[in-house]
């Protein structure tokens, strides 16, 4: 996989081989508590337009069966879920938060069910790791 093809939204992190799926996203320095990682962006869209066959797009569950999605993928999509997590998504602007101090070399992780997932992802694709 070419990783340079990936949009660096995320300062002073590197993709690796992740213990706990595929690749994830690791920290290069120490990172404080309550430090913004980084702010998504994107185009808010039903869930029913999106297709699982289209590779390129990221998204976010917001409420309602929303998504913000994003055409192109960024260093955000390799943080792997984790039921004890580092760092969380915050809404308003959407954002992702350190909720723990992360050290060098860690990998960064978010709980995905903290995000208001659709019904129709957790019964296919996310059940299978959630």
């Known amino acids: 996989m070419d990783f340079d093809l990936n949009i660096d939204n995320i300062k002073d992190t590197e993709i690796r081989k992740s213990n706990i799926h595929g690749w994830g996203l690791y920290s290069l320095t120490n990172i404080a508590i309550n430090t913004v990682l980084c702010e998504l962006d994107g185009q808010i869209?039903?869930?029913?337009?999106?297709?699982?066959?289209?590779?390129?797009?990221?998204?976010n569950?917001?409420?309602?069966?929303?998504?913000?999605?994003?055409?192109?993928?960024?260093?955000?999509?390799?943080?792997?879920?984790?039921?004890?997590?580092?760092?969380?998504?915050?809404?308003k602007p959407i954002r992702v938060i350190c909720i723990k101090s992360i050290d060098k070399d860690e990998e960064i992780t978010i709980d995905y069910r903290m995000e208001a997932l659709p019904e129709k992802y957790?019964?296919?694709?996310?059940?299978?790791?959630?």
């Open 122 to 130: 957790l019964q296919g694709h996310g059940k299978t790791y959630l």
């Open 45 to 59: 869209v039903p869930y029913s337009t999106y297709s699982e066959n289209e590779k390129t797009l990221e998204w």
């Open 61 to 91: 569950a917001l409420e309602n069966d929303m998504l913000l999605v994003r055409p192109y993928r960024t260093k955000y999509s390799f943080i792997n879920h984790s039921r004890t997590p580092n760092a969380k998504i915050a809404y």
